[in-house]
């Protein structure tokens, strides 16, 4: 079982709100993942970081934006929440050694009414 | 373009039953490929990696293959039970330096009773 966390892990929320996802993991991975995974569809990378204080934009668009401050630590945060919002966020990290294996946690379920 | 296909793109068999999952990539330079268990609603969990060198590995009633020349993967279920409902995802690397995922669509599986 792999020690990453995502909190909350369900939100529904009205537009035009502010909210972010937390992501955590105790595994001292330097690496970490934001995916976007829209119900029976591939994940999509929308941010990633190698490392404190390094976040970059991943392939799919997003209007959201990420820090990290702590090597544990990578939240997601949408200024404004929109309908087309409403997805499944999926956070990941990887360490030094086996950069290519990633570790996934439980995902939020996220929906804008 | 870097690409990763999975067939079926669904699939329904009976408890206790066999089956085959396909996976064929287009990524290059090509370093690794995993395949991924995803329940509904919760994030991947890996369920076996492979290298260049790696033709097969097992992961209990889970054994993937690789063929690099041809550039395909299989995972094949052994004796499956309802548990084995999800989706199986393949995901190819070209690097280890975790910088870059392809992730193919997926299959779905239901195995019914």
């Known amino acids: 079982e792999a020690d990453i966390y995502q909190t909350p892990r369900y939100l529904v929320i009205g537009t035009g709100k502010k909210i972010t996802l937390e992501c955590s993991q105790t595994m001292g991975h330097d690496k970490m993942y934001w995916y976007q995974q829209d119900p029976g569809m591939e994940l999509h990378l929308i941010h990633y970081?190698?490392?404190?204080?390094?976040?970059e934009k991943g392939d799919l668009s997003s209007e959201s934006t990420v820090s990290r401050i702590r090597t544990e630590h990578f939240p997601l945060t949408l200024e404004s929440a929109r309908p087309s919002h409403t997805s499944q966020y999926l956070c990941a990290s990887s360490g030094t050694a086996r950069a290519y294996e990633q570790y996934f946690g439980p995902g939020t379920r996220l929906t804008v009414t | 373009k870097n690409q990763v296909e999975q067939s079926p793109q669904s699939l329904i068999i009976l408890e206790g039953k066999n089956c085959t999952l396909q996976?064929?990539?287009?990524?290059?330079?090509?370093?690794?490929l995993r395949w991924y268990k995803q329940d509904t609603g919760r994030g991947p969990v890996s369920l076996t990696i492979?290298?260049?060198?790696?033709n097969t590995k097992s992961n209990g009633r889970y054994t993937a293959t690789l063929d690099a020349d041809t550039k395909q993967s299989s995972l094949h279920i052994t004796a499956s039970q309802l548990s084995d409902s999800a989706s199986y995802i393949c995901v190819v690397s070209p690097d280890n330096y975790g910088q870059n995922f392809v992730f193919g669509p997926g299959t779905r599986l239901s195995v019914l009773p």
């Open positions: 492979m290298t260049f060198s790696e």
């Open positions: 970081s190698y490392g404190v204080n390094s976040t």
């Open positions: 996976c064929n990539y287009t990524v290059s330079p090509f370093s690794n």
